[in-house]
């Protein structure tokens, strides 16, 4: 009876391990993600713009990202005695390399045309369309969809000579342009 039981729990346990072997639980492990390092978000710089006209302090001053018309009239010290701000929008948003020009009571600002002529007749080459741009002198129809294209991605021209910066216009081409355009300020 001794042996008996002997042969009957060694023949459980090896029908025991066996149904184990065959049902045995395969376990994989998945692939590890890959793990893309990411670089911080670069916090924006400061923007520069150039103050003039009836402040207490002109010059160029160093602001905030989203600072207002009225953010670099405060940096300039604020307005001079003879500032008119009612023709200063004080809630225009300012960009980088901009200008702000703070009148005089008296001061006449010339207004651009909403069809991007100047009231003297120049072509304000930050409003004008490719129609316009193309009375120019050697200014044809790529030329002036080229310097549409530059002010819509790096912004408004501040000056005029800004416009050799466009491929396509160089030296003699801005001299035969230079007495018929115009960079006006816009928003």
Known sequence: MEKIRTTSL???????????RSSALVITAAP???????????????IHVSV??????PGDFALPPGS???DAVRAADGPAADADLEQLNLAQALRDGGRV????????????????LSVDGRVDINL??????????????????RIIEYRETQGPFVTIEQIQEVKGIGPATFEGIRGLIVASETP
């Open 52 to 57: 003039d006209g009836a402040v207490q302090h």
């Open 101 to 116: 020009h703070v009148p005089h009571f008296g001061e006449v600002l010339p207004t651009p045309t909403p069809y991007g």
């Open 32 to 46: 590890l993600p890959t793990l893309t390092p990411t670089a911080p978000t670069p916090t924006p710089g400061p």
């Open 128 to 145: 004008a369309g490719a129609a316009l741009l193309e009375t120019l002198p050697k200014i044809g129809p790529v030329t002036a969809q």
């Open 68 to 70: 207002l018309a009225d």
């Open 10 to 20: 060694v023949l459980g346990v090896l029908l025991t391990l066996t149904a184990c």
